[in-house]
């Protein structure tokens, strides 16, 4: 179980997350979608206790993330390219994603059978450093290693974007399996509506640092969040008018 109890987020006068209470219960597969500045990856950043909270705390299992690290050994996440070390190739990055959660070089390898489909050929064997590869591959690489040791909770910020549409498929039926056969808790921040819908049983937007919506995912739930994000761009576009006609 995540809980987050009054969570925010100050830079000066300018607070970027002000979240009173969420809970996250294990083997959910929860999305979080907002628009760009929303305060998403912030939220994953508390979480991952990679900055520091205004207020509040972010507990999981009840271990408060920000005075213990007994977490770590629960939660996995890629959010960006700064996870990665790109001058190791991607199979020296596993074996050190391994080495670090409990496994050998024969159980990474035996581990990555499963993704030769994902893979596509093109990051195996491939004699590249990471950092040679596009960001597609990348991105492949980042949501494998966040995989290895079979963690109790992966969070994933935009994992998506910068894929192509077979990929994409791919990802989401991967995703799919590993939360139905394996009860892992998923976390995913994305901009793309119809992928997080299809993927999650629940999504909460956050506009502006808040919490506005939290949905049951149904088959309604895309139309939905896009007649909310339409509505937030006419809101805007009327303010606009009005403004200029002061």
Known sequence: MISIQNISKSYGAKQVLNIENLEIPKGETFGLVGNNGAGKTTLFSVLLDLIEASTGFISIDGIKVNESEAWKTKVSAFIDDTFLIGYLTPEEYFYFIGELRGQNKNAVDEFLKQFSDFFNGEILNAKKYIRDLSKGNMKKVGIVGALIGTPE????????????????????????????????????????LAHTTEVCERIVVINKGELVRDIQTSPETLRDLEQYFADQVSLIENLVLSNTFI
């Open 153 to 192: 909770i992966i969070v994933l910020d935009e994992p998506f974007a910068n894929l192509d549409p077979s990929t994409q498929i791919k990802l989401k039926n991967l995703i799919r399996d590993w939360s139905k056969n394996l009860d892992s808790t998923f976390l995913i921040s994305s901009h793309d």
